[in-house]
């Protein structure tokens, strides 16, 4: 997995304002229908990762484990961030591609 590419990707999306972050806010989104892809750090904390995977699955969101919080803040450019939520499906798409 080329983690260049996936996390301009998802810098782009951050720059167009369609992504969330913070676990509290994505499953606000996932819950609110909005939320297109989940990426999830995979040094989240393991009652963290249970909470966000089993939203994801209720409501039929797609999610990636991506490699650490550092990498998935950096994207973004924040501090570490455990739980990103993708609020647009192209951009839903096309990291999903990247990330398989």
Known sequence: MNSNQ???????ANRARK??????????????GKAKLV???????ANTAKKVT??????NVPYKIVENRHLLGQAI??????????LDSGFA??????LD
Request: proline share 0%; glycine share 8%; net charge positive.
């Open 93 to 98: 798409k096309k990291l999903l591609t990247l």
């Open 77 to 86: 450019g924040k501090e570490a961030r455990v739980v990103v939520a993708v």
């Open 54 to 59: 089993d939203k994801c699955k209720s409501y």
């Open 39 to 45: 990426l999830l750090s995979a040094d989240a904390s």
């Open 19 to 32: 992504i969330i972050s913070g676990e509290e806010l994505s499953v606000k989104e996932i819950r609110g």
């Open 6 to 12: 996936w996390m301009s990707l998802l810098g782009l």
